[in-house]
């Protein structure tokens, strides 16, 4: 979906031509994405502010996060999904048997995780919430430019109550996301300017700035979708960058104000037409939509 300025073109299937098979292994990507919300409940819980900053935390709720600490670690699943209550729903309506999934592929690929912080935002005797800030890497390949580093950098808050079993995780929602991969021996440098919230206009604006070099051409795709896609679409415009380097266009956003990622590719090519490098970033835009459990997550 888009409404491009002077240069952009809208050519919403191009993508399926000029990138098929550049962004690869994209089910790890949203893997990893997606099982942030676990680990940053664990995590950061376990890393949380001290007292003097942050709300008393209920001793049998710092026993439970422990708990959790270390069964994530060692990925033991079992003793994960314990933590979780049987009604979990995350911001994208993922259920506690998809979060099994996804620990069962992240487990496989091998993806590093960093707290950067954490805070405990809120806590008494019967509910909690904790905001975390995460970075993952991983490995991942760009069609022929081969393999390259991927960044992934989220903050969430989760929410906790205390059942009759002990403190369970019963919601999530992602506030904030930063992806970037960098591929090849000249990956561009990019920077992707979004808004801070999803607006109620029936556009928005995003802009694109690369620093150019001399010598080297650059190809453009942009697009939004769904925050937690079942699929990854088409972009919505496939352009060459304009000579100062900046590609300013305007996006339509979901009828339904659900949060939204907006993702960028650049390719550089050299004179002759050869890939040297592919720079991917995304960003979030939050919503005010809260998907329930049970609905789809295609696009709209």
Request: with cysteine; proline share 9%; hydrophobic share 40%.
């Amino acid at each position: 979906m888009c409404t491009p300025g002077p240069s952009p073109i809208c050519r919403p299937y191009e993508f399926m031509l000029l990138c098929a098979g550049a962004i690869m292994n994209r089910a790890r990507y949203f893997f990893a994405v997606l099982f942030t919300g676990v680990l940053a409940i664990s995590s950061g819980c376990h890393r949380s502010r001290p007292a003097a900053q942050s709300p008393p935390v209920p001793p049998d709720l710092q026993e439970a996060v422990n708990k959790l600490v270390r069964a994530v670690e060692a990925f033991d699943i079992p003793h994960v999904l314990e933590a979780y209550t049987e009604d979990f729903t995350s911001g994208t309506g993922r259920s506690k048997d998809e979060v099994r999934r996804v620990l069962e592929q992240l487990q496989a690929s091998h993806v590093g995780l960093t707290v950067e912080s954490a805070e405990v935002e809120t806590a008494d005797p019967a509910e909690a919430s904790l905001k975390t800030r995460l970075r993952l890497r991983y490995k991942d390949r760009f069609r022929d430019l081969g393999e390259g580093e991927v960044v992934v950098t989220d903050v969430l808050v989760h929410k906790l109550r205390k059942d009759v079993g002990g403190w369970k995780i019963y919601a999530d929602e992602r506030v904030a996301t930063y992806r970037e991969g960098r591929f090849g021996s000249r990956p561009p440098n990019v920077e992707l300017d979004v808004p801070e919230k999803l607006p109620s206009d029936l556009q928005y604006p995003v802009k694109v700035v690369v620093r150019r070099e001399e010598g080297t051409d650059y190809q453009v795709l942009l697009g939004n979708y769904a925050e937690d896609p079942a699929f990854l679409p088409p972009p919505d415009i496939v352009a060459p960058l304009p000579e100062d380097g900046i590609l300013q266009a305007n996006l339509l956003p979901n009828p339904q104000g659900r949060s939204e990622m907006v993702r960028i590719t650049v390719i550089a090519a050299d004179p002759a037409g050869k890939w040297v490098g592919a720079t991917t970033v995304s960003k979030l835009v939050p919503g005010a939509w809260r998907k329930k459990k049970g609905e789809s997550r295609e696009m709209v």
